[in-house]
Every structure is written in structure tokens, then in C-alpha cells.
């Protein structure tokens, strides 16, 4: 007399729980993947931004502490703004002082330059536009301006501001690659003082 043994094969109900489960532990690994992927990159864009903001500033504070009067006999500063500043300096160490401009474009700070041309010389050529840094929430208050009175606490000077008493300017960014998230925004900041301007020699 034989006895038939039970099979024990997986059911049809078992197969689906278990292609349920794996399904939501892929969809769990991937999800968390794709998030780590994303901060991650986040967080370089957010180190680079910060690295050419700051770049940008160095270069920038450097060229107005150097600031002069143009080839044309103009006054070093033409324009002073909250979110952009005019002025001549020598940015190719050649003879001639170009006419530089910083400025805000949406979240851009960029940087124009004119060559002077003619003679006599002047600076109605057209402006070579450089974009410096990236991802800028502060648009309305990057640049801020103080007399030969700045002891490091004043109040900056009111606009519109008399662009002949200034000494001394003050760059401020703040940077913010995605503001919905993590990490914080990030200041960079740097003050020039205008050299060829100084009356406390």
C-alpha cells in the first residue's frame, strides 16, 4: 500500500506577498538612493557656489581698492548702487584704466568691462559681460557704501548715495543653490577700501 505525500510547492497567494514585499524593499532602496544622489549633489552645486562667489569678491574688492580715474579724466566711481557699482580701474595691466561694473542679473552676479577706444578716449564700446557667481538670494542688497568716518559699526551711507564721499565698500551674498532645502544658505562677505581715495594718509 503506497501514501500519496502532500506537495509543498509555493502557492499562488505566497508568490504574490513575496513579489509585494520585494517590490516595496526595491521601491524603499531606490527611493533612498535617488535622495542620498540628490543631497549629495546639492551639497557640491552648494560648495562650488560658494567657492566662486568667493572668488568673485576677492577679485572684485581687489579691483576697487585699486580704483582710478579714467583715461578720460572721469571720476573712479560712476555708479553706486545696492545691487551694482560702476567705477575705473586697470584690470589688464596694460596703460589704461578700463571702466568695470559689478552687478546683479536675476541670481547672476556678473561683471562687465569697456575697453577704452578713440582720442581722445572714451568708454561707449561694448561691455564684455562675465558671469562671476551663481544662485544669489540677496539681489536688492548686495553692495552697501561708507565714508572715510567707517570704524567698522556705522551705519552704511543712505541712498542714493554720494558716490564722491565714498571710502570704503562692502560686498554681501548670500548663496542658496535649492532654498527649499538643506543646506542652509551660506553669507560671503568683503569690504575694499578705495585707495587712490584715502584722505587719511
Do not use: C
Not at 576677492?58 to 579691483?63: D, F, G, N, R
Not at 572721469?74 to 596694460?94: G, K, L, Q, R
Not at 561683471?111 to 561691455?127: A, L
Amino acid at each position: 500500500m503506497f501514501i500519496k505525500k502532500k506537495s509543498k510547492g509555493i502557492t499562488l497567494i505566497e508568490m504574490i506577498v513575496v513579489l509585494g514585499i520585494f517590490s516595496m524593499a526595491l521601491v524603499a532602496i531606490t527611493t533612498y538612493a535617488w535622495m542620498s544622489l540628490r543631497a549629495q549633489n546639492k551639497s557640491v552645486k552648494h560648495i562650488l557656489a560658494q567657492n566662486s562667489a568667493r572668488k568673485a569678491l576677492s577679485v572684485a574688492a581687489s579691483e576697487i581698492r585699486s580704483s582710478m580715474y579714467s583715461d578720460a579724466g572721469a571720476y573712479p566711481i560712476v555708479e553706486a548702487t545696492a545691487n551694482s557699482i560702476t567705477f575705473y580701474t586697470n584690470v589688464d595691466e596694460d596703460i589704461n584704466a578700463e571702466r568695470v561694473r559689478y552687478f546683479i542679473n536675476g541670481s547672476d552676479l556678473k561683471r562687465g568691462v569697456i575697453e577704452p577706444q578713440g582720442d581722445p578716449p572714451n568708454y561707449d564700446g561694448t561691455e564684455q559681460v562675465n558671469t562671476l557667481a551663481r544662485y544669489i538670494t540677496n539681489p536688492n542688497n548686495i553692495f552697501t557704501y561708507y565714508d572715510q568716518n567707517y570704524e567698522g559699526t556705522n551705519d552704511p551711507l543712505a541712498f542714493p548715495v554720494n558716490k564722491s564721499i565714498i571710502k570704503i565698500v562692502r560686498f554681501n551674498l548670500t548663496i542658496d543653490v535649492d532654498t527649499q532645502r538643506l543646506p542652509e544658505p551660506v553669507n560671503v562677505n568683503t569690504e575694499a577700501q578705495l585707495r587712490n581715495l584715502k584722505e587719511n594718509l
